[in-house]
């Protein structure tokens, strides 16, 4: 009796140590496998171009060839033709882009307001998975938006200097220190928000092809050139009154802006980095071009010019190339989409849908409505907002209560 005792006795521990042997080794292969995983994680290339109209590239269908490289660049992407941003100025749309929530959530309706602190940046998630983050723009997002620099480990301000090559120029020289590392980085390029002055030849480059000469009005330069921009403005410019010629020019910037994104581009596959990572480009809101009586010139309304903006995704051998996607979508999708692709959940509190269903097709409807906000241009203060569904918008305006004495 006490030797079977002892045999089973030395049988379980046999067993135990066969079974903690066997957990062991299926914990190290998850760990290898999971480590592998997370470093094949592709980096993420976020671009925006400031006031940049979809309607105004050739890939969505413009008669001149302003953008010749975004146009190479969307036949190897997904393309969006009704992406439409959450706010119609650039302090209400990127908090939106970036935290996939709503300006109402968000809190950020004009430069100055703080980012709400429950709300979680794009470049916070990805900072807590390893990821270097840098931010590369024209603005001081610290100052003008206190809170949108969240999660990042580096950001250079240009601080309002309009060259894109400058910008380029810096994301080649980030790219190239940080091609072997994990990144995610934002550039922002301005040049196409007013006032419009393209450097030559892109001043000139469009003149010819617009109907010069045929719209005069009384352009007040307040809109073009507004605050503490007016000191921009050409000296050669303050006779010209053809709505035309500010077309030209705005074109121009276009221009010029899609020649320095080509070059980034162009740096990007020399690096082999267009293989290993997403690309986004999109933009913070469009711009009205004399379109509408009350709105010469700019944006921060609910037209269709603002609403509207590019939207190209391409992720080499996972996301779909040359393929055009009809269907109505937000820009607060975009970084849900980014985590979808990165499996890394998204945040209850994210307002967006992952994109990847209507990409890959498993989905044809994702959603029927889009949402946007804006300050109410009458008196800066109470909000608007809008809905855009099914060919026709519906526009609220929450008025600010009339004090009776």
Known sequence: VNFAKAF????????????LTGTVIVCCIF???????????????????????ADHLGCYGYKLNTSPNLDRFAKEATLFTQAITQGTTTAMAFPS?????????????????????????????LKKNNYTTAAIVTWNIRELI????????????????????????????YLEKNQHSKFFIWLHYFDTHAPYAPPPPYNRMFINDLDLGR?????????????????FMPKDKKNILDVDYYISQYDG??????????????????MKLDEKSILIITADHGEVLDEHRDCLFGHGTFYDQVLRVPLLIKYKNIIPAAVIINQQVQCIDIVPTILDLLHIPKNRGMQGKSLLPLIY????????????ESLNRSDN??????????????????MEPTRTK
């Open 361 to 372: 097709g498993k989905s044809n409807n994702l959603s029927l409505d889009a949402f946007s």
């Open 31 to 53: 760990i290898s496998v999971y480590h592998k995983f997370v470093s094949n994680r592709p980096n993420i290339i976020l671009i925006t171009v400031d006031a940049l109209r």
């Open 215 to 231: 719209r005069y009005v009384n352009i007040d330069y307040s809109v073009l050139y507004p605050g503490d921009m007016q000191k």
């Open 97 to 125: 882009l970036q935290t996939s929530t709503y300006p109402r959530t968000h809190g950020v309706y004009r430069m100055g307001h703080k980012l709400n602190n429950t709300v979680t940046t794009l470049a916070q998630m």
């Open 253 to 270: 910037e276009i221009g010029f802006a899609d020649e320095q994104i080509g070059i980034l581009l162009r740096r990007i596959k020399e």
């Open 8 to 19: 089973m006795k030395r049988s379980n521990y046999k067993k135990l140590s066969i079974i």
């Open 146 to 173: 206190p809170g949108l620099n969240r999660g990042f480990d580096f950001i250079a301000d240009v601080r309002f200097d309009r060259k894109a090559d400058k910008i380029t120029k810096m994301a080649i020289a």
């Open 381 to 398: 203060k109470s909000t608007e907002e809008c809905v855009r569904a099914d060919g026709w918008e519906l526009i609220y305006t929450k």
